[in-house]
């Protein structure tokens, strides 16, 4: 087997380098963050490609998008020291990053023209846009001059990506829907620790949680649209579609 595709190779160095970010953030060893932090999106990111390049669709290129942009929010957030505006760019690389997942998982809905399961799918959106809501309403007032916009237009693209999730109830395999949702669910607990813990209240144990959150987050978002494109019903209407 290629290592790019061994789940339990890169797993284990997945979870390796979330524990070098962890032990970096707690300690303050920059240079070990450096190393560590920009290869759980490399790692993914791999490890998704050649698992999924015989499939490539519009669906997975978003999914890699997602991880890309990602990786380019992880980098700019860990020189945040060096520049605060370190994190203006994280947050927009983040934004894209939601985004690309986001319409992901409408690529799924509009392949399904069904409306089963619209009604769990619409309740879950609107916990989902309630939460958001009275989130941004009360951090607002505490965000720094200049970031309202930003900090708003990455929480919006939060929201918008679990709700996208969210509507791929019934219209993919189960088994892809809930480690998306949980992935997407993770995400949004993480952005919202992220903002909470730099204008709202300041807690010591919020960045390790926050890290922990993302990396677990986004390996179920990356393994759920995995098994979406890996279902031996859905490579076999691939098969039908090609011939």
């Known amino acids: ?73 992880d980098v700019a957030l860990m020189f945040t020291h060096v520049d605060n505006f370190n994190f203006i760019v994280g ?18 809905m509009a392949a399904v023209s069904a409306l089963e399961g619209l009604l769990p799918a619409s309740l879950i959106t609107v916990g989902i846009g309630t939460y958001f809501f009275f ?24 929201a918008f990506m679990g709700m996208a999730a969210a509507f791929r109830f019934r219209r993919t395999y189960p088994n892809s829907f809930w480690m998306v949702m949980a992935g997407a669910l993770l995400l949004m607990a993480s952005g919202s620790l992220l903002t909470l813990e730099r204008f709202r209240l300041p807690m010591s144990w919020a960045p390790l949680w ?5 990396g677990a987050a986004q390996a179920l978002i990356a393994a759920g649209a ?3 494109v890996l279902d031996p019903d859905n490579l076999r209407k691939r098969e039908a579609l090609s011939t």
């Open 91 to 108: 947050l927009g690389a983040f934004f894209l990053a939601q985004l690309c997942y986001a319409f992901a998982f409408i690529q799924n």
């Open 210 to 214: 926050s890290m922990v959150g993302y």
């Open 226 to 228: 995995l098994t979406h």
């Open 135 to 158: 989130f941004t309403w009360d951090l607002l007032p505490h965000v720094e001059e200049g970031l309202g916009l930003p900090v708003i237009a990455y929480l919006s693209a939060l």
């Open 1 to 73: 087997m290629h290592p790019g595709k061994n789940t339990l190779l890169n797993g284990t160095l997945y979870v390796l380098a979330l524990v070098g970010t962890c032990v970096a953030q707690l300690k303050d060893l920059h240079a070990l963050e450096y190393a560590c932090r920009p290869l759980l999106m490399l790692i993914l990111s791999s490890w998704f490609f050649f698992n999924s390049r015989r499939v490539g669709d519009r669906f997975t290129l978003l999914i890699q998008a997602g991880l890309f942009f990602s990786l380019i929010g």
